[in-house]
């Protein structure tokens, strides 16, 4: 998010000034709001985005336009950081649950291995024929 003060030289008030605005830019996304200060286009230096020198009033306007600024730089960062370790704390969720699906899962196929065996097992001992038929009822008691 970049918030910058810009002076709208494309309007100019009947007076011969011209309203500064703070721009939001966000994802190249921007939004304008007006500071509710107007100056002339030769009191604003646009590389400094600042007033110049030899404006009248230049400490007052300047100290607003500041104030102004940083409260809304300020609001911003919290609104970040808040988020932030919002998505911080979701990611950690999902770490952990794919960590405890991923368990259950070994978990589970260290039982059908543990079933299979046993049942291969019995198998050999009786001398079953038909072990394919024992272990897909093995695999259907296990869902």
Avoid at 46 to 73: G, V
Avoid at 90 to 119: F, G, P, W, Y
Avoid at 124 to 139: A, E, G, I, Y
Wanted: aromatic share 4%; with cysteine; charged share 30%.
């Amino acid at each position: 998010m970049k918030i910058k003060a810009i002076h709208r030289s494309s309007i100019v008030c009947k007076n011969g000034k011209s309203p500064l605005m703070l721009r939001f830019i966000h994802e190249r996304t921007s939004k304008r709001l007006s500071l509710g200060i107007s100056v002339e286009p030769h009191d604003w230096d646009k590389d400094a985005e600042m007033i110049t020198a030899d404006c009248p009033d230049r400490a007052a306007l300047q100290s607003r336009i500041d104030s102004t600024l940083a409260t809304y730089r300020k609001i911003f960062k919290s609104e970040i950081n808040s988020y932030g370790r919002q998505i911080r704390d979701k990611e950690s969720a999902v770490r952990i649950h794919k960590i405890e699906k991923t368990m259950q899962m070994l978990e589970r196929s260290r039982l059908i291995a543990e079933v299979m065996e046993n049942e291969m097992q019995v198998c050999v001992k009786t001398r079953c024929r038909n072990w394919n038929k024992t272990f897909l009822n093995v695999r259907i008691s296990m869902r």
